[in-house]
């Protein structure tokens, strides 16, 4: 199907509706293996993140935070009010409250027998809460645009008119390092293509406007990352900057499972995060209308190998080459977190040993 140009009247709330009892799941096969004990499944289809990012884009009518009933133990987020998403005047109260604790105890009776080169890694089994592989899990070290997943969360608890248009402004090309975008200063997309954009393609100046379009301004933004990090029991994190390029943006990988884990509950993420790719239709007054095909950063996500829920990469210097995922093999459920790999074939080199040794692992 071909994607018509998304305007500003067509373009809408990046809420969805949809519950995930009602999805169809995909089974996947890694590797290739007919053997029905090798394949993987997620709770919903990874194949169809394209059209559903497409639906989020278009969907005309209002809907409200939801919990997403993914079948990983005990999250939840609960709302003290409802925020109806679509409209100019929407309210939303903050005080939600999340469990990011797990059924059953953290423990090593399991682990799964790899080695890992990158880092810091930490394999959560988020169906008993098990710890089934760490790697200096409990070390803060620099996340790069991992935090582009607190960002999202943020800008979605805020209850913003997601059809809002946003201009990129010269101050969203500056940061604490210098960085390529494909994007331009005058460049106009709604507040949920720049959400997809950052999610999918990790631009940094579309969570650098976010975060300045913020109620408040950008400081009032940091603020509530710190303060949404407090209430995950996010003990080792602090953010800087919602791209990323700030170095004194760090966590423990042990911490960002708890941030994985809370981005779970957003049906938004979910979607827009595994998108393998996305035609935008860019406007700009000075330098012309054009179409920016961007595709994700993650190859994992782009080659639809593995059964992926949640994916964001990061880089910079001071963090090396870092990915957190959300997968489910064998109908188990597992978040993944690698920090610091020195190159990025260490990086998706031990993604895919994980990945791997997580289908051949024996359960109770």
Do not use: H
């Not at 639906?55 to 409802?82: A, E, F, L, Q």
């Not at 913003?160 to 390529?180: C, H, N, Q, Y």
């Not at 393609?201 to 009032?220: F, M, Q, T």
């Not at 979607?271 to 994992?300: E, H, I, M, P, Q």
């Amino acid at each position: 199907m071909k994607l018509l140009p998304l305007t500003k009247q067509q373009l809408v709330v990046a809420m969805i509706s949809l519950s995930l009892g009602s999805i169809a799941q995909a089974a996947l096969t890694i590797n290739g293996s007919a053997d029905t004990g090798s394949s993987a499944r997620m709770s919903w289809g990874g194949a169809d993140s394209l059209s559903e990012a497409r639906n989020i884009m278009y969907k005309s009518n209002d809907s409200t935070i939801k919990k997403v009933d993914n079948g990983y133990g005990t999250t939840n987020i609960t709302n003290s009010k409802t925020s109806s998403f679509g409209s100019s005047n929407n309210s939303y109260n903050n005080a939600n409250s999340y469990n990011t604790t797990y059924r059953g105890s953290f423990g090593s009776s399991s682990m799964i027998p790899i080695s890992t080169d990158s880092r810091s890694v930490a394999v959560i089994d988020a169906e008993t809460g098990e710890s089934i592989y760490e790697k200096n899990a409990d070390v803060a070290r620099p996340m790069a645009s991992i935090t582009k997943l607190m960002t999202a969360m943020v800008v979605l608890d805020a209850g913003l008119d997601m059809r809002e248009e946003i201009t990129l402004d010269p101050e969203d090309f500056v940061g604490p390092k210098r960085a390529s975008s494909n994007l331009k200063s005058g460049d106009r997309l709604n507040r949920a293509e720049m959400l997809l954009m950052a999610l999918m393609k990790s631009e940094n100046p579309a969570a650098k406007s976010l975060s300045r379009n913020y109620p408040g301004g950008y400081d009032a933004f940091i603020r509530a990352m710190n303060r949404k990090a407090q209430e995950l029991g996010m003990t080792t994190a602090y953010f800087g900057d919602p791209t990323g390029l700030d170095k004194r943006n760090v966590a423990s990988s042990n911490d960002l499972v708890k941030m994985v884990r809370a981005a779970g509950n957003y049906d938004v993420i979910r979607r827009f995060s595994t998108t393998k790719s996305y035609d935008f239709y860019v406007a700009n007054y000075s330098n012309g209308n054009r179409t920016y095909k961007a595709n994700n950063t993650s190859s994992l996500v782009r080659s639809g190998d593995y059964p992926i829920g949640i994916s964001k990469t990061g880089f910079i210097n001071e963090a090396g080459r870092c990915v957190v995922m959300e997968t489910r093999v064998n109908n188990r459920p597992a978040i993944i977190v690698i920090l610091g790999a020195n190159s990025s074939a260490t990086r998706w080199g031990d993604a895919k040993n994980i990945l791997n040794s997580l289908v051949t692992r024996r359960t109770v």
